[in-house]
């Protein structure tokens, strides 16, 4: 069956029933974006290229890349990078005097698999100050998800830090009522995890040219 067959289908499918996941916000790409990538340590970044472990608590990260009807984007390109538990990025522009993790790489380049699912193995990121006087950005996750028909670029935010009432970034995503799209959902730990790890899922919600087309029909239609 051809793509465009299949695409009509989803299309008709869609249009009945009209429902559709809301996208993920966008956000700015920041300062701290690599300017060299590290070695890629794949899904795994508690341990250094050397082979050390890193410092902090440990954090699993597992999600699914999907279109706006909620089906699996496979082969979905997820960068991942972060502060290190000090609140340090391995990064030139990083002005945090805080004492750097010289094992933490900081960055990691995940592929979806035919579920779109990922999977990461971290540290929990430390907050941070900006160059704003009082203003620290509470722990995040940078994530840019690249397919074959977009790329996002979001931050990703932990439930009850006591920063995120005051972050302007996360405020502003408040006023939008969209705040419940980047923010992780806690998860129970499985067996295998450390007794002391955190485990968070964070999905994310791409637009397709198919899914946006009958998108738009259906609004059309209400
Ligand atoms: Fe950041």
Excluded at 109 to 121: A, C, N, S, Y
Aim: a negative charge; one cysteine or more; hydrophobic letters at 35%.
């Amino acid at each position: 069956m051809s793509d465009n067959v299949d695409a009509g289908r989803q299309q008709v499918k869609l249009e009945q029933e009209a429902k559709f996941l809301a996208r993920t916000p966008s956000e700015e790409i920041g300062p701290m974006y690599p300017v060299a990538k590290p070695e890629d340590r794949g899904d795994d970044l508690v341990r250094s290229a050397g082979g050390d472990a890193v410092d902090g608590q440990i954090l699993y990260i597992r999600g699914r890349v999907t279109d706006l009807t909620g089906a699996p984007i496979a082969g979905a390109e997820v960068e991942v990078w972060h502060a290190d538990p000090q609140g340090r990025y391995p990064h030139p522009c990083d002005m945090n005097p805080a004492v750097i993790d010289a094992n933490f790489t900081g960055w990691a380049k995940i592929v979806t698999g035919p579920d779109g699912r990922f999977h990461l193995r971290s540290t929990k990121p430390g907050p941070y100050p900006t160059s704003t006087p009082g203003w620290w950005r509470p722990p995040h996750i940078h994530f840019q998800v690249t397919t074959a028909h977009d790329r996002l670029v979001t931050q990703m935010y932990f439930p009850g830090e006591e920063l995120n009432e005051k972050d302007e970034l996360l405020t502003r995503h408040v006023r939008l009522h969209q705040d419940d799209r980047v923010m992780a959902r806690t998860c129970e730990l499985e067996e295998g995890m450390e007794a002391d790890a955190i485990s968070i899922e964070f999905n994310i919600v791409l637009p397709t040219p198919h899914t946006i087309a009958a998108q738009r029909q259906a609004r059309a239609k209400e």
